[in-house]
């Protein structure tokens, strides 16, 4: 968008209650998207020329009802013209879209609302979850395709593909812009905590490329996040997710070298974190975990990143603590990855062999990831064994995808092969 940053913060901002108005008062997905796309791109060639108008919200409404008028009356046109089965259009739509624009212009609580109902919808579990990652990005993050074929280093065509099947397998599945069953809500939920979490992380750590990170892509899931937690203010896992995301974002500046080589955690210069959004973070999940009395894995997470986000070094850090949450956690969401998380806070409580001890129980089920290997290494080399720890991080960098991290492991390998 070409309106500076201000204003393409605005329309990333009032893209979803825009969709969310036309779904609500219209439905089908993909007309509607479109016709919001159409508006966003008038807005950012526009406004920078005009200036703002009065009402931002207002004014992509009323250009984003006229683009879907026109889309529908070109497509009822079309299949008129083949002979096929007619469009069935709610007669409101192509006479007299401008009468109910009045509506969008009061609507702004029922606007947020209407995001949430979109969240729902691109997390609907009909999809996969790279479906569903590309599907937000598209209609409630405001990226056109392109913006997100380059995040996920994959071609627009590839991702088109990718967005237009999702849109289909939505509709295939029947799915309404309706708020979930009261009994389908908590699961809904999850699935979009879930969503925007994949896509903090993908700009976290890239799957794929030469960067190490995609801060873009990092940013757009804590601002999905921040607008989530807005919209359940009481969900206590939700404020889990945006603290995680805080937390660990804070150490973003410290993570690469200005060539974008890879940092490890033990040896990041503490005095590049961002301490005002670790100050948010830990200030969010002590009084969220001082609230509730049902702890979630993203609670329990957004815990662990505070306690090594409040300590000012390596020596510093209260791995006790972080070991007796992992130790919660792992009763609550468990799974081989916190599994293996817990091995590195038993090695820094109880010594590298008991850490080593507890990875050997996971070899089966993640000997093909780039972790369970990098972690070995690490611990080998704290027992004083270099041979077998470079082994490992020479086995880490042949599963590694991301090149920044397939680098800094192979460097770690030729290093201890030196000593």
């Known amino acids: 968008m070409n309106g500076g940053a201000g204003a393409e913060d605005l329309l990333r901002e009032l893209a979803p209650q825009v969709l969310g108005v ?11 998207e479109d016709a919001v796309q159409e508006a966003l791109l008038a807005a950012a060639t526009q406004w920078p020329a005009t200036g703002l108008p009065d009402s931002p919200r207002a004014w992509l409404l009323t250009v984003a009802t ?3 008028t026109d889309i529908l009356r070109s497509e009822s046109a079309r299949r008129e013209r083949e002979d096929a089965v007619s469009l069935a259009t709610p007669p409101a739509v192509l006479a007299g879209a401008d009468a109910w624009l009045a509506e969008g212009r009061t609507a702004g609580a029922r606007g947020s609302d209407d995001t949430l109902t979109l969240l729902f919808l691109c997390c609907h579990p009909a999809l996969t979850p790279s479906s569903q990652v590309a599907l937000t990005l598209r209609a409630v993050g405001g990226l056109n395709t392109a913006e ?7 071609p627009e065509s590839t991702m088109a593909q ?14 309404r812009f309706t708020p979930p069953a009261a009994a389908d809500r908590e699961q809904r939920i999850r699935a979009v905590q879930q969503v925007l979490y994949l896509i903090f992380n993908e700009g976290y750590v890239a799957s794929a490329g030469a960067s190490l990170q995609r801060a873009d892509l990092s940013a757009e899931g804590i601002r999905l996040a921040r607008l989530l937690r807005r919209l359940l203010p009481d969900d206590a896992e939700t404020a889990g997710l945006l603290a995680l995301m805080l937390l660990t974002d804070a150490r973003r500046a410290a993570r690469v070298t200005p060539d974008g080589a890879l940092v490890p955690l033990v040896e990041q210069d503490r005095t590049r974190w961002d301490r005002t959004l670790i100050a948010e973070g830990a200030g969010l999940i002590a009084s969220t975990l001082a609230t509730t009395s049902a702890l979630g894995p993203y609670q329990l997470q957004a815990a662990i990143a505070a306690v090594h986000g409040e300590a000012a070094s390596v020596t510093d850090t209260d791995w006790a603590e972080i070991l007796t949450l992992y130790e919660l956690l792992a009763r609550v969401s468990p799974g081989s990855l916190v599994s293996l998380g817990k091995a590195v806070a038993v090695a820094m409580v109880h010594g590298p062999a008991a850490g080593l001890a507890a990875t050997d129980e996971l070899a089966g089920v993640l000997a093909s990831h780039h972790r369970f290997h990098a972690v070995r290494g690490h611990l080998l080399e704290m027992s004083g064994d270099p041979v077998p720890a470079a082994d490992a991080y020479r086995t880490a960098a042949r599963y590694a995808t991301n090149t920044a991290e397939k680098r ?12």
């Open 22 to 32: 036309l779904m609500r008062r219209y439905a089908g997905l993909d007309s509607c």
């Open 66 to 68: 006229r683009r879907l």
């Open 148 to 154: 997100i074929a380059q995040a996920f280093v994959v």
């Open 162 to 175: 990718r967005i237009s099947r999702a849109k289909q397998q939505v509709r295939a599945a029947g799915a």
């Open 408 to 419: 800094y492991l192979d460097g770690q390998s030729r290093r201890l092969r030196r000593l």
